[in-house]
Structures are given as structure tokens and as C-alpha cells.
Nanobody
């Protein structure tokens, strides 16, 4: 079964940190750019960050710049999103997705999501 599985979400206080993981099962992430997306209740899904296969290109939404770091470990078939200085407005369901390129709108695989809640 080909799938992406996110983990690492949870409840954290403002200013805290979380590291999300996106692990592939049944296929290798080596050939895919991986994007992180999030969707808060009542809002549209938004792109948070993306990393290319060779890590030559990494991009972040303005809301994530300076606080979030995306990385990948192809040996572990996993991509990470380190989130620091979390704010209540970061509360959302976070999804990872495999796509041909970061600029490509096509998504080949979606994960099921992991909930991040930032609250005191």
C-alpha cells in the first residue's frame, strides 16, 4: 500500500516547538518533492513549506519563515518539519504531500494529517 503517514502533532503552548514527520510506505520519497500544508477549521488549505528531491530548493510561506525548518532524510524515507516559536494561529491539521516538483500543482500522494494545537 502506497501511503504517507504524518506524526508528531499534539498540543503545545505558545512559544513551544514540535517536529512533524512524514514517512513514506510502499514507495521511496527520493524522487518526489515533499510539501507540507495545513488547514485550520473554516479556512482553506495553505502551503507551508516544500523541499525538492535534492534539497536544492526549499521554500516557506511567509507565516513560516524564520520559525519552521523543513528537511529530509532519504535514507529513512522521511521528511521533517521543525516548528519553533509556535503561535495560536499555527493551529491546524498538517498534511504532507508528494509531488513531482515544488512548483507543480499536481499531488501524487497525500498523508492523512496530524493535528497541531497551540494553546495555553
Amino acid at each position: 500500500q502506497l501511503q504517507l503517514v504524518e506524526s508528531g502533532g499534539g498540543l503545545v503552548q505558545p512559544g513551544g516547538s514540535l517536529r512533524l514527520s512524514c514517512a513514506a510506505s510502499g514507495f521511496t520519497l527520493d524522487y518526489y518533492a515533499i510539501g507540507w500544508f495545513r488547514q485550520a477549521p473554516g479556512k482553506e488549505r495553505e502551503a507551508v513549506s516544500c523541499i525538492t528531491t535534492s534539497e536544492r530548493s526549499i521554500n516557506y510561506a511567509d507565516s513560516a519563515k524564520g520559525r519552521f525548518t523543513i528537511s529530509r532524510d532519504n535514507a529513512k524515507n522521511t521528511v521533517y518539519l521543525q516548528m519553533n516559536s509556535l503561535k495560536p494561529e499555527d493551529t491546524a491539521m498538517y498534511y504532507c504531500a508528494a509531488k513531482p516538483h515544488c512548483y507543480d500543482r499536481r499531488i501524487d500522494y497525500w498523508g492523512q494529517g496530524t493535528q497541531v494545537t497551540v494553546s495555553s
